[in-house]
């Protein structure tokens, strides 16, 4: 198998500087090479949100820091950042050129974490992980450095739950996607630490983070590791959903299971559903004659050359509710080998009548030759990146972008999670399909 | 000058190589003496936000080789600007009509077991099956800061591989860290193509090298009827066009920042002269790279009647323009020369240059030419700018400047900046086509693009109402050099 990667869709640990980019009112400080944050910024957002992008201080490493270390450049840059950017949370980020050298970047910010400043360092060499890991990595340094030493009580507050699902920005549709399962989750009687976005109350919520009665992963896999170690830290148990829930057949099981393992009212939380399930329903029962008889072709297949989490909820979804068949589907997120034995099952039962063929690869160009040589009878659908473009008009193909590199749509408060996720997969579907006529 | 040396598998970096600076506060006048007197020093800055690399601007010029396939030699973050460069590629494609095509670039995934182990036997393994896969006419590698400390024997690779897969696979040197001017990537990428794939010339062509990014094909009405055919460079360029290069009877700059180490190179090493005159932008600019590049190319007579011809159609336009500009106050962020060419666009057009943040100033280029000078050309021609700032796109001294300065308009070239001013309520206007501005016709462009921004004020004033702002108050109300530690060596004459 090939170890090289045509058309990247993830970024390096650095990457995970856009979590931070994503919390309201914190800053990441690079302590990195001068390019890498614009590069991270290129593929993971559009936009700069609050102070990201342009805005992110960074030591802009060169050779003096190689040669003699990059330590009292950083002290100098964390400093100016404390008085020019008006932030909650400063989060120093190392990337390749400082752990290449071993920096002791934890002597330099504990300074300032001894004078109560509010922040954190972590190491995250580009070259480490991807920023799916490091994503984690980072905010359970928060956790670690941040939250523990400035929540002023972590006695469990009841119905309250941290959620860890999209990861912000690798995630296209995060802000929509952590807006909508907040929705579904205070809809059925619990408080909502969703952390990230507009939605989040900031570092003030992240403070409640040891209060949560349960955490609550929405992933295939990234993010547990944030859950193992709140359960270890706080003794929180936590809820494994190990895939973005989209429209409402997965959205209601996701919530019952929330509702069995917290204990929940059980009337509230099926009245909530039923609520949501009519209204639900009866948009695809008005519009269902339409569906059924718009009779000069809508895709009839469908791959995905998406993360684990978006793989399995679209094929649920779009298999279940909406009879597209899962063609051959591509995992590109480097699943660690120990997920990838759950994954393959949930497509080995990915309905009750079919299973569906998946495969891992990160070299999306090679995925890409073998969605071309596949052959195929129908219309197909492809859930993919930017990068699809030219394969999806080649096999004659529709093509729905749900991944990074994004570019060819600009995504204000879109998401595909939850009941209104689901409506808008259709929505989003046949203004592609209905877009291809003259 | 500095001194062409293809024997060498890295171009030395532009601080080392042409005295090039980062940080400058005061007017452009004393810069350019200083310059001149050859004292310029740099200043640093204890305070500094993300800036841009020189990997990045190397692909620039490489990824879009219509038949190169292209390596990037480091950890998959480095890879993060690639799809920005397809699109750009294939915008292009549209312009150019060319068939829809993706860019072919690899990342080579460096993970941390290279860091210890070397990243070479990946490298090789890639150039194999980036081949295999694509049967490209040239691989073009470039490296990362992590390729680069670990000392991963990149030319080795690349030489060896270039002779069992019979095609040029060359090395391109752009470690992030061993420049803070990104421009730098722009000469290592021209010193590998004019290194491994540009061939000694076999006969003189008609052929005029445009070295420029992706922008217009301005130049064919220029060239064309004077004899001569365009050859635009580096970008939509295919393997072979590039070993004939060297062929040309001229090189045209649309910015030295860009160029100058590739028409140096080409005019050090095979004796293809290089138009020296800062590039066409103005009246005055426009006459005197015209009446060079007449005399380089023998077309003096026809230079003249051109010149004649369009100052009759221009020069009343401009003056109308100018009445209508007149009193308006404009702020300038722009890379080096380009930077200097839109000064003397704005001035031409009768704005007060308040101001002007540049990413970087090359005291001299590879030509070694002091007429090369734009910023010298600005200032003799229209007079001094107060303000001139050199500040490689820091953005928190040009919010503070333009919370200060207040300017009618901003004048942006670079994605990251235009923010600034609109969260002010400050129109701002980028304009992405460096051929825009170029020769007269560029100065009515210009002129009506500023006059539609001016004009346009309401989602900048609403966008203003509603933002936020991650600056301290406090900073905003100090000097905004307060963190340049200047050390700058003024010789006034």
Not at chain 1, 69 to 76: N, T, W
Not at chain 1, 99 to 106: E, F, P, S, Y
Not at chain 1, 333 to 358: G, K, M, W, Y
Not at chain 2, 236 to 262: D, M, R, W
Request: some cysteine.
């Amino acid at each position: 198998m090939s170890k090289f990667i045509e058309q990247p869709r993830y970024s390096c640990a650095l990457g995970a500087q856009q979590s931070i980019v994503a919390i309201k009112r914190a800053v990441p400080i690079l302590h990195s090479g001068p390019g890498c944050g614009t590069k991270i910024n290129r593929l993971l957002g559009q936009g700069e949100g609050y102070a990201g992008g342009s805005t992110v201080p960074c030591t802009n490493a060169s050779e003096t820091e190689i040669v003699f270390g990059g330590e009292e450049r950083l002290k100098s840059v964390i400093e100016g950042a404390f008085k020019v950017i008006d932030a909650d949370l400063y989060v120093v980020l190392t990337g390749c050129t400082s752990d290449i050298v071993g920096d002791d970047i934890g002597q330099i910010t504990g300074e300032f974490q001894t004078e109560n400043k509010p922040i954190v360092y972590v190491e995250t060499g580009g070259f480490k992980s991807n920023n799916y890991v490091s994503h984690e990595t980072v905010v359970n340094a928060i956790i670690d450095q941040y939250v523990d030493k400035f929540s002023p009580d972590k006695s469990k507050i009841k119905r309250l739950v941290n959620v860890f699902a999209s990861i912000p920005y690798q995630d296209p549709y995060w802000i929509g996607n952590l807006e909508e399962i907040k929705r579904i989750l205070e809809g059925i009687g619990l408080s909502v630490n969703i952390l990230f976005g507009e939605k989040s109350d900031g570092i003030n919520e992240w403070k409640t983070i040891p209060n949560a009665e349960y955490n609550i992963v929405v992933s295939a896999w990234a993010g547990l590791g944030i859950a193992k170690h709140l359960e270890n830290k706080y003794g929180t148990p936590y809820l494994h959903f190990p895939y973005l829930p989209i429209g409402a057949a997965e959205t209601s099981k996701f919530l019952h299971q929330v509702a069995k393992n917290l204990n929940l009212e059980h009337h509230r939380v099926e009245y909530f559903i039923k609520q949501e399930e009519k209204r639900f329903y009866s948009h695809i029962e008005r519009t269902a004659d339409f569906m059924l008889e718009f009779r000069y072709g809508i895709p009839r297949r469908f791959y995905t050359i998406l993360d684990a989490s978006y793989a399995v909820g679209f094929s649920k979804y779009l298999l279940n509710e909406l009879g597209i068949i899962p063609a051959k589907q591509f995992i590109v997120d480097d699943t660690p080998e120990e997920f990838q034995d759950s994954i393959r099952n949930e497509f080995q039962h990915i309905s009750e009548l079919r299973a569906a063929e998946v495969e891992f690869s990160i070299d999306a160009g090679a995925v890409q030759a073998k969605i071309k040589n596949d052959e195929r009878k129908n219309r197909a659908l492809i859930l993919g990146s930017a990068w699809e473009r030219d394969l999806a008009k080649e096999i004659g193909a529709d093509l729905l972008i749900i991944s990074v590199p994004v570019a060819y749509r600009l995504i204000l408060n879109c998401g595909y999670a939850g009941y209104n996720g689901g409506l808008r997969v259709i929505e989003d579907i046949y203004d592609r399909v209905l877009d291809t006529y003259r | 000058m500095s001194t062409i040396n293809l024997k060498e598998t890295e171009v030395p970096v532009r601080e080392v190589r042409l005295g090039s600076i980062t940080g400058f506060e005061g007017t452009a006048d004393e810069l350019v003496r200083c310059s001149q007197a050859g004292t310029l020093k740099d200043s640093t800055r204890n305070f500094s936000q993300c800036m841009g690399c020189s990997s990045g601007n190397a692909f620039c010029q490489l990824s879009m080789i219509q038949d190169a396939a292209i390596i990037n030699h480091g950890p998959v973050g480095c890879a993060g600007d690639f799809f920005t460069f397809n699109f750009t590629y294939r915008v292009g494609q549209m312009e150019r009509n060319l068939p829809a095509v993706n860019g072919r670039y690899f990342n080579t995934n460096i993970e941390e077991k290279d860091t210890i182990f070397g990243a070479v036997e990946k490298l090789e393994s890639t150039i194999r099956g980036v081949y295999e896969r694509v049967k490209p006419n040239a691989i073009l590698i470039t490296t990362s800061c992590a390729s680069g400390i670990i000392g991963d024997d990149v030319e080795s690779v690349a030489s060896s591989l270039s002779e069992e897969l019979g095609i040029p696979v060359v090395a391109c040197f752009c470690e992030g860290f061993k420049s803070k001017i990104w421009t730098t990537g722009f000469d290592a990428a021209y010193h590998s193509i004019v290194r491994k794939l540009v061939k000694p010339p076999k006969q003189k062509t008609n052929k005029v090298n445009i070295v420029n990014f992706w922008g217009s094909h301005i130049f064919d009405d220029l060239l064309r009827p004077l004899g001569f055919e365009p050859e635009y460079i580096v970008p939509f360029s295919t393997v072979k066009q590039l070993e004939h290069i060297s062929e040309a009877v001229a090189t045209i700059q649309i910015c030295p920042t860009l160029g100058t180490y590739l028409g140096a190179a080409l005019e050090q090493v095979y004796g293809v002269p290089e138009i020296k005159s800062p590039p066409a932008y103005g009246i005055a600019g426009t006459d005197t790279w015209l009446r060079e590049l007449g005399k380089v190319l023998d077309r003096e007579k026809e230079i003249e009647e051109v010149i004649i011809k369009e100052h009759i159609r221009v020069l009343p336009k401009i003056k109308e323009y100018q009445k209508q500009l007149k009193g308006k106050t404009a702020y300038l962020t722009a890379g080096a020369a380009h930077g200097h060419a839109l000064i003397a666009l704005l001035r031409e057009l009768g704005l007060e240059v308040q101001g002007a943040a540049i990413f970087h100033h090359d005291p001299i280029y590879d030509n070694g030419d002091p007429a090369s000078d734009a910023l010298a050309h600005d200032v003799n021609t229209y007079g001094d700018i107060k303000n001139y700032n050199v500040c490689n796109k820091q953005a928190y001294e040009l919010v503070n400047i333009l919370n200060k300065v207040r300017p009618d308009i901003m004048i942006a070239r670079h994605g990251g900046m235009t923010l600034w001013g609109a969260k002010l309520g400050i129109p701002t206007l980028l304009i992405g086509d460096e051929q825009f501005g170029f020769g007269y016709q560029g100065i009515l462009n210009y002129a009506e693009r500023i006059l539609e921004t001016l004009d346009n004020k309401e989602f900048v004033i609403n966008l203003a109402k509603h933002s936020t702002m991650p600056y301290t108050k406090w900073w905003l109300e100090q000097s905004p050099f307060s963190f340049l530690r200047s050390d700058l060596d003024v010789k006034i004459y």
